[in-house]
């Protein structure tokens, strides 16, 4: 099933909705063994810790 987070992720990619501050589409995600880990505060997170507009969002290079 797909999350919100993911389809916002995608409609991103597709140009249908402006860059979002989402988890996602975030630098710092990286996604290890099926489990999302954020580089910027070197924790591993559960799906309902995911964040729509994080704070600390940074453009990937």
């Known amino acids: 099933m797909i999350s919100i987070l993911q389809l916002v ?3 991103n ?6 860059m979002q501050r989402n988890y996602l589409a975030c ?3 990286n ?4 489990k999302h880990d954020c580089q910027f505060v070197q924790k591993s997170l559960e799906e309902s810790e ?5 704070k600390d969002f940074s453009v990937p290079t």
């Open 9 to 11: 992720h995608q409609l």
């Open 13 to 18: 990619k597709l140009d249908v909705l402006n």
């Open 27 to 29: 630098k710092f995600h």
């Open 31 to 34: 996604k290890v063994d099926g």
């Open 50 to 54: 995911l964040r729509v507009d994080c």
